[in-house]
């Protein structure tokens, strides 16, 4: 993203979040108790941690990542690439060829530098489950995707953000008598600063670390940075909690909670 234009981008929202529910370092080896631990803090951690303690359930989310701000974004693509991206960004899927795979780092997780495209479990996928014995509640799961689009702001990219490709392939499937339309999104206020993969400048993007992560912590979630979670604590055989420690080394985190949600990335 040009530098010079980087001055002139403000943030459309400044979304502070709560000081004292979020612990970003120990200082020595902790134990907390909570009902449900949350691993990762993306697009499902982040939901789930918001939709419980908004119902008065106690939740303890540990990210690896850290937090950062609108103002970090965009302007050294190196730096988020090393901060912001695991492994920075060397995750491929193997294969002829091999497909990189960006995946996140941070609060708000892979939210953060995707591109922001939105698109429903399609039902091939949801019969496939059902065929390996899944039970999927179609109507219950739509009501879901509903409640979360509307929360993030998801809707189709209007006519004045499309680029010249977009216009092109268009006009390309029209031609040939294929059905086409602009990719949903969970933008509000997207200024085209085109730094997606590089974390929005605006807060446009409406990423977990400016939707769902907010809400939990309002509704008294607590929130630890910079912690890898190690192992999923285990009583009577069934999860107990997890211990989590800084990637490089340094004092654990032993969560101890009634149930674990593994959110950290498929």
């Not at 200082?27 to 009902?35: G, L, N, Y």
């Not at 491929?92 to 995946?103: K, N, Q, T």
Request: glycine residues 12%; proline residues 6%.
């Amino acid at each position: 993203y040009p530098a010079d234009r980087l001055d002139a981008v403000e943030p459309v929202r400044q979304v502070p979040l709560p000081e004292a529910q979020v612990i970003s370092s120990l200082e020595r080896d902790t134990e907390v108790s909570c009902q449900v631990a949350v691993i990762g803090s993306g697009a499902g951690g982040a939901v789930v941690a918001a939709e419980l303690a908004e119902r008065g359930i106690d939740v303890v989310l540990v990210e690896e990542g850290r937090v950062h701000e609108a103002g970090s974004f965009a302007r050294d693509p190196g730096a988020v690439i090393r901060n912001v991206y695991r492994e920075c960004a060397t995750t491929v899927a193997l294969g002829r060829p091999s497909i990189p795979i960006p995946l996140g780092q941070s609060v708000g997780g892979t939210t953060t530098i995707n591109s922001g495209t939105c698109f429903r479990v399609p039902d091939r996928v949801l019969s496939a489950w059902e065929e390996l014995g899944l039970p999927v509640d179609r109507d219950h799961l739509a009501a879901c995707f509903s409640r979360v689009e509307a929360a993030i702001k998801v809707k189709p990219v209007p006519d004045h953000l499309l680029g010249g490709s977009s216009k092109v392939i268009a006009k390309g499937a029209q031609r040939m008598g294929l059905k086409h339309g602009p990719l949903s999104r969970n933008i509000d206020g997207c200024g085209m600063s085109g730094a997606c993969a590089f974390g929005c400048p605006r807060n446009a993007k409406q990423s977990m670390n400016i939707t769902y992560v907010p809400r939990a912590l309002e509704a008294g979630a607590r929130l630890y940075t910079g912690l890898r979670a190690r192992h999923v604590l285990r009583k009577d055989g069934r999860a107990a909690g997890i211990e989590a420690a800084p990637k490089s080394g340094g004092p654990t985190l032993r969560v101890n909670a009634d149930i674990v949600v593994s959110s950290c990335g498929s």
